[in-house]
């Protein structure tokens, strides 16, 4: 507390508004907060075509996917499996970045998928997917729900931290922490809307 205090001409930089709000409640309150958003390459994450659907037989399915490059409890795993449980056979779930223990506890209607380090390919991921959820119980700005956007899919969020903020006009949602009924309605709603165009 001693070393950040006192400081001259110091301008403290937070990456939401949710953060920054924190950091006005705390000892650091007394310099200037500025929020700069995260960003991502928007020459790599944009609408890509691919195989994807074809190579995972999933041409007539509405695709729901996460992604992370650690899947833990915190960043919704199990929420993903409980989900699995409450939509019916028109949805496929697939989910990026799992371990081998991981993929091997989850249940048929999971497409589970390693980590991977090509962003191109993740692109292409995201862009073959009709809904991103993003069940996070802690972050502060999820750069996901960025990606997920700017490759044309709607994202349904977790409304923890940051992770509202990300939602672009008619693009995302933010629901209540680890309501999974809330989710299924909010999959629901926007595949009837796309039905209707």
């Known amino acids: 507390k001693a070393l950040f ?3 001259n001409k110091m301008t403290i930089y937070t990456p939401c508004k949710w953060l920054a709000g924190l950091v006005k409640q705390s000892y650091l309150a007394e310099y200037p907060i500025e929020v700069v958003y995260n960003t991502i390459d928007n020459n790599i994450f944009s609408r890509t075509k691919s195989n994807f659907r074809q190579k ?10 996460g992604v992370a490059s650690i899947w833990s409890k915190s960043k919704g795993l199990f929420d993903f499996i409980e989900l699995a449980q409450k939509i019916d056979n028109r949805y496929s779930i697939v989910m990026v970045g799992l371990n081998d223990e991981q993929l091997k506890m989850l249940p048929p ?7 991977t ?8 991921i995201y862009s073959s997917a009709d809904i991103f959820f993003n069940p996070t119980h802690a972050d502060t700005y999820p750069t996901v729900n960025l990606e997920a956007q700017a490759c044309g899919t709607y994202v349904i969020t977790y409304d923890v931290g940051g992770s ?3 939602i672009h006009p008619n693009m995302g949602v933010a629901i209540p922490v680890g309501d999974l009924d809330a989710a299924v309605c909010a999959i629901k709603e926007y595949c009837e809307k796309i039905e209707e165009k």
């Open 5 to 7: 205090t006192g400081v």
């Open 56 to 65: 995972h037989h999933l041409d007539e399915k509405i695709i729901i996917l």
């Open 109 to 115: 209607q999971i497409i589970g998928i390693k980590r």
């Open 117 to 124: 380090n090509d962003a191109k390919e993740l692109a292409e």
């Open 164 to 166: 509202a903020e990300t």
